[in-house]
C-alpha cells in the first residue's frame, strides 16, 4: 500500500476510532495539524490513536509523549506506520 | 429569607421531550436511545462536535442542558457562579457495562480510554460545565428514586448560606433503552413563575408543574 | 453557624484496620504499594495497593460492603460519644461501588445499583435515616465531609457519619492502564521523574457532631468547583482548584499564613501535580509545606479524601510534617515546598484538597479546637 492509499485507510479508520461522526474524510486534509487548530483532537483522541496503531498496524508505543510528533498530521501517522509496521 | 424560583424547566423520557410542562419534540416509538438522541440533536440544529465522543449518559444530559437554556439568555456571569447539583440511580452503569464487555475476554482485551473516562457519573456535569463554563460548585449523588425533599433542602442550604445564585438540578437516568432526565433552574429572580420547594419539583420531575 | 468537631475515625487499608495502625506505619515511612501480579486484577503486574489481610470480610457480603460496615463499626466503638441511631446521618463515598459484580452479560447484579449499596449499610447500621451516596469521582471523599459538616454547622443534623472506599478491579485497573495512567513502580507526587499512580484499596470513616465531646479538632466545610476545561485532563491554570481553596479560605476567614501545611491531592499524573503547583501559586501557598498520601496508599479514589484528611488530622495532632513518600526533586511547573523528611511542627491548621476527572476540585479545613 502506497502512503496515499494508506492515508484514505486511516481517514476512515480514525473517524470511526475517534467518533468523528459530523467529519467527512473529503473534509480532513492529509497535512492539517490533529490536534490544535486542524481536527482539534484532545489528550483522549490521542490515546485512542496509540490503541488503534496497536490493533490495526501492530505497532506499541509505550511513551504517550512520543505520540505529538507521530500524529502531527494524518501524513506524519502514515509516514510513521510504514517505517514501523509488523504484523 | 430570600425566595427561589424554578424559572424554567426540561424533561426527557422515553416518549418526548417536554419545556416547562409542554410537549415539544415526539420520539419515534419504536426507535432506541441512541437514534432517540441523535434526532433530537439534528432537530435541535446543534453544532457542537463533542456530542459524538459522548456516552449516553452525557448525550442525554448536554442535550437536556441545551433545551432549558436555549430561551434563557443568562449570561456569562451567571454561567461561572452556577452550581450544578445532579442526582440518578444507574450511576455511569450503561457507559461501565461497555468497558466490561471490552475487558471480559482474553483474546480480544481492548479497554478503550475514550469509553473508560466516561465511567464516572459526574463526567456529564462535566459536560455540561465545558459547554456553558459553568464554574460554581458542583455535586452528584446516586439513590435509587428520586429524592425531592433532600434536593430541596441541600438546595435550599446552598442558597441561604453558601452563597448559591444560580442553581441546575435534576436527575439524568440512563440504563440501555431505559432513561429519563429532568432538569431545571432555580435562582432567586422573582419574576419566575413557579416556587422552588419539593412539591414542585416533584411535579416539575414528572412535567406536571405548569 | 455552629462548630463541627471529629469526634471518631477508622481506617482500613493495606497499613492497618485502625486509625492508630495506618498512622503509626506512614509516620515510619512504610507504604501499602506492591507489585500486584494477578490475573484476577490485570493480564500482567502492575503496582497498587491490596488489602492482604482479610479479617474484615463479613459473610454474606461483598468485599467493598464489608471494608464499610468493618470501618463504620470500629470507628463507633471508638467514637467519643454513643452514636443516635434515629438522627445520626450516614453519607457514603465511592467512585464504583460492587463494580466487581459486574460481568459482561446483560443482567446487572443489584447490589452494583451504588443507591442499593447505601441502603444495605444502612440497613446494617439500623439508622433510620436514609443514607446518602456521594459519587463524584475522586473528590467525592472531601465533598463528603463538607456536605456532612454543612448538615451540622447549619443544625440540620447533629451527628453524621462519613465513610469512603473503594476496592481494586481489573475494571479500574484495565481503565487507567488504557489511559496510560499507571506508574511502572511505587507513585512519586511533584517529583521529576513521576509517572503516574498507583491504584489503591481502602475504606476510611470520620464521625463528625455538633457538640465537642471530648474532641480536638473541628472542620471547617469548604467549596467545590469546575474546571470545565475537560473532562479528564486537568485544568491548564489551577484556576479551578485555586477557586475551592480561596473560597474555602475566605468563608472561615483564614489567610493562607494560618496554612500549617497542606494535605494535596497529588497523584503523580504529570498534569494533575502540574495544575495544583499553578494553583497553590495563585493562592500563595507556594511555600506553605505540602504532602501527598498516595505513595502511602496508592490512589483510593472514593476513600482518598476521607483516609488522607484523617492521617492529615493525626498528624496535626501529633504535630508533625509528614514527608511526602516519593519525592526526591520538585518537578512542577511552579517550584512547591514539598515535605522531604518528617519534622515537627507546631501544627494548628491544615488544609485538604482534592481533584478529579470531570473537572471537579474541592477543599476542606481541619483546625485544632483551642
Known sequence: MNTEELIEQLKGEIIEQLNLEDISKEEINPDDELFGAGLGLDSIDALELIVLLERSYGIKIEDPKKGRDIFKSLRSMAEYIQENQKD | ?210 | MKDVYITGSNIVSPLGMTTQENYSKVKKGVSGIDQIDDRHYYPSAFYGSLITDNQFLVQEHSRLESMFIHSIQTAIDENTEPIDKENCLLILSTTKGNIDLLDEGDEIHKDVFLGTLSEKINAHFGFKKNPMMVSNACISGVMAINMAARYIETGKYSQVIVSGGDIITEFVVSGFSSLMALSAGHCRPYDKERDGINIGEACATIIMSGANTNSSVKVLAGFTSNDANHISGPSRTGDGLYNSISKSLEDHKISTREIDFINAHGTATAFNDDMESKAFKLAELDHTPVNSFKSYFGHTLGAAGVIESIISVESMKDNCLIKSLGFKQNGTTFDLNVIGENCNKNVTTVLKTASGFGGCNAAVIFQKDE
Not at chain 2, 5 to 31: C, L
Not at chain 2, 89 to 95: I, K, N, P, V, W
Not at chain 2, 109 to 133: D, H, W
Request: hydrophobic content about 35%.
Open chain 2, 1 to 210: 429569607m430570600n425566595k427561589k424560583m424554578i424559572n424554567s424547566y426540561v424533561g426527557i423520557t422515553k416518549d418526548a421531550v417536554f419545556k416547562d410542562g409542554n410537549k415539544v419534540f415526539s420520539f419515534n416509538e419504536s426507535e432506541l436511545l441512541n437514534e432517540n438522541l441523535r434526532a433530537l440533536y439534528k432537530s435541535e440544529d446543534l453544532k457542537y462536535s463533542k456530542f459524538y465522543k459522548m456516552d449516553h449518559l452525557s448525550r442525554l444530559a448536554y442535550l437536556s442542558s441545551e433545551l432549558l437554556f436555549k430561551d434563557l439568555e443568562l449570561s456569562s456571569d451567571t454561567f461561572n457562579e452556577m452550581c450544578i447539583f445532579l442526582t440518578n440511580s444507574t450511576a455511569s452503569l450503561d457507559t461501565d457495562s461497555a468497558h466490561q464487555k471490552s475487558i471480559s475476554s482474553n483474546e480480544n482485551y481492548q479497554p478503550s480510554p475514550s469509553v473508560f473516562v466516561y465511567t464516572l457519573t459526574n463526567i456529564m456535569m462535566g459536560e455540561i460545565a465545558i459547554r456553558y463554563k459553568i464554574k460554581g460548585e458542583n455535586y452528584c449523588l446516586i439513590f435509587n428514586k428520586f429524592d425531592a425533599e433532600f434536593m430541596h433542602e441541600y438546595s435550599d442550604m446552598l442558597f441561604e448560606f453558601y452563597g448559591v445564585n444560580h442553581l441546575l438540578i435534576g436527575w439524568v437516568d440512563v440504563l440501555k433503552n431505559d432513561y429519563k432526565s429532568f432538569l431545571a433552574y432555580v435562582s432567586k429572580d422573582m419574576n419566575a413563575k413557579w416556587d422552588f420547594n419539593s412539591d414542585n419539583l416533584i411535579k416539575s420531575y414528572k412535567n406536571e408543574l405548569r
